[in-house]
C-alpha cells in the first residue's frame, strides 16, 4: 500500500507562480510513473503532466510552456512548477502513481492523494 500526500497548494494572483509537491510513502519496490491531474465542479479529471521513472515527460498542450513536471525518486516525491498561471489553471489538483510491488512483475498498482486547491484570482 503507498500514501501520498500532497502539499503546496494556495490562493494567488493570475500570472503568480505555485509548486505543489507530493511524496509518497508505504511498501513498494519502485514508483513506475507519476502524474499531475486537475479537475474542477462538474468537469472530469484532466491529465496535467507525467513523468516516468526515466525522466520522460508528458504535458497538456494547455501547460506547455508553463508548467514543469519533475521527481526526486530518493526521496520519492514529484513536483509541479507552475509559472504564468492563470484563472483557468484554478483547479483541485490531484497526484497519482503508478506503483510495483516486487521486482520484474508485471502489474502495476496505482494510488492517489487527496488533492490540493490552487485559486486563481484576482
Known amino acids: 500500500q503507498v500514501q501520498l500526500v500532497e502539499s503546496g497548494g494556495g490562493l494567488l494572483q493570475p500570472g503568480g507562480s505555485l509548486r505543489l509537491s507530493c511524496a509518497a510513502s508505504g511498501n513498494f519496490f519502485s514508483i513506475t510513473l507519476m502524474c499531475w491531474y486537475r479537475q474542477t465542479p462538474g468537469m472530469e479529471r484532466e491529465l496535467v503532466e507525467t513523468i516516468s521513472s526515466g525522466g520522460n515527460t508528458n504535458y497538456a498542450d494547455s501547460v506547455k510552456g508553463r508548467f514543469t513536471i519533475s521527481r526526486d525518486n530518493a526521496k520519492n516525491t514529484v513536483y509541479l512548477q507552475m509559472n504564468s498561471l492563470e484563472p483557468e489553471d484554478m483547479a483541485v489538483y490531484y497526484c497519482?502513481?503508478?506503483?510495483?510491488?516486487?521486482?520484474?512483475?508485471?502489474?502495476?498498482?496505482?494510488?492517489w492523494g487527496q488533492g490540493t486547491q490552487v485559486t486563481v484570482s484576482s
Open positions: 497519482t502513481v503508478k506503483y510495483k510491488v516486487k521486482p520484474y512483475s508485471s502489474i502495476d498498482y496505482q494510488t
